[in-house]
């Protein structure tokens, strides 16, 4: 039996743990390579954060809150456990127990 590509896009906000910079960034290469296999489910991502940098081009100066993700799937269960699987969960930087996961239903979009 087949099983079609999801159509629901998700809105996952994940908050990180307090004072893990030093988590986040130690593993934050390994956190880009795994979402490489994730790619034809994931349609955004990136961190947020408390402000803006001092220095946009250093990951080190960022003041980071946690991470936004768009993903494609059938149930906010599926997101949740996807979320679970991530490195930044094994090495205590996400509180996917607090992340705010949402059904997004996108109005435009730009290039």
């Known amino acids: 039996m087949a099983t079609s ?3 629901t896009e998700w809105l996952a906000i994940v908050p990180d743990f ?3 910079i ?3 960034l ?3 290469p390994v956190h880009f ?3 490489e296999s994730s790619k034809d489910k ?3 991502g990136g961190a947020v954060m408390h402000d803006k940098p001092s220095d946009p081009n250093d990951p080190k100066t960022f003041p980071f809150a946690g991470s936004t993700l768009i993903m494609l799937a059938d149930t906010k269960e599926e997101v949740v456990e996807f979320l679970k699987k991530d490195v930044y969960v094994e090495a205590g930087v996400w509180d996917v127990a607090n992340a705010q996961i949402y059904a997004l239903k996108t109005a435009f ?3």
């Open 5 to 7: 590509t999801p159509t």
């Open 18 to 20: 307090p004072n893990t």
């Open 22 to 24: 030093e988590k986040r």
């Open 26 to 28: 130690a593993v934050r």
């Open 33 to 35: 390579a795994n979402l």
């Open 42 to 44: 994931l349609k955004f």
């Open 109 to 111: 979009r730009l290039p």
